[in-house]
């Protein structure tokens, strides 16, 4: 019989998304997280990292942040945003103590077109149209629970368990010890829906380590 593995997925742990960028989507204490996301890798088969990886001159790129959050009328770039993530610059780098990228198991690059901002890591698209191969991958893995922490709680770690639970049917555990978040509002609705699809949320490495 097949042994059923763990994965932990590494969501966007990146320079952008912390006070170390502040010109971009600095998460308060998104650059602390780095030794949580290592402490629940010690309990997974499996590392992945997602990574943000988006051109200069995407279509959903504002100057100034206080145009943030506009809706556009495209269905795979739904909302405005500062440039952030874009390769070769310091907000693309991953955060302190994480493992260099070629240490992952699986890694996915996401928005590299310019046209689409996707927030989940299962889909280059928010249609859900197009796959990155991650669940397809974590499947022939014989992966059936996923831990999941990262940046940010409210936008792309949540799209991303929310995926791994709908499209994917695993076991998802998001460690909230291992995320931060954009906005307390955000997150505090973040965690209702992914409650109400069945995710499982836990505060702290032995809650994880308990399940
Ligand atoms: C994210 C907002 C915009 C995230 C990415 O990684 O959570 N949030 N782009």
């Known amino acids: 019989m097949k042994q059923a593995k763990i994965a932990a997925i590494d969501v966007d742990a990146q320079r ?14 998104g650059d602390t997280i780095g030794p949580a996301l290592n402490e629940q890798a ?21 100057d100034d942040p206080a145009d943030m959050l506009q809706p ?3 269905k795979n770039a739904d909302l405005t945003w500062v440039q952030h993530a874009v390769p070769g610059t310091k907000g693309f780098e991953t955060i302190d103590a994480l493992p260099a990228v070629t240490e992952y198991h699986y890694v996915v690059w996401k928005g590299i077109e310019p046209d689409l ?5 299962c889909f280059h698209d928010i249609e859900e149209k197009l796959s990155t191969g991650l669940i397809e991958w974590l499947h022939s893995q014989d992966v ?11 936008y792309c ?15 998802v555990v998001v460690n909230l010890a291992a995320c931060r978040g954009i906005n307390a509002k955000t997150v505090s609705s973040a965690c209702d829906e992914m409650l ?16």
């Not at 901002?117 to 890591?121: D, E, L, M």
């Not at 770690?157 to 791994?164: H, N, R, S």
Request: aromatic share 4%; with cysteine.
């Open 117 to 121: 901002h996707p927030y989940g890591a």
């Open 16 to 29: 952008t998304f912390t006070p170390l960028c502040p010109d971009e989507l600095p998460v308060p204490e």
């Open 144 to 154: 059936e629970t996923v831990i999941v922490g990262g940046l940010a709680t409210d």
């Open 42 to 62: 010690t309990l997974a088969d499996v590392r992945v990292l997602t990574k943000d990886a988006h051109p200069a001159n995407a279509i959903w790129v504002v």
């Open 196 to 211: 109400a699809v069945g995710i499982k949320l836990v505060d702290s490495q032995l809650a994880l380590s308990c399940l």
């Open 157 to 171: 770690v949540k799209t991303t368990a929310i995926q791994l639970k709908k499209r994917g049917r695993f076991d």
């Open 72 to 74: 556009l009328p495209h």
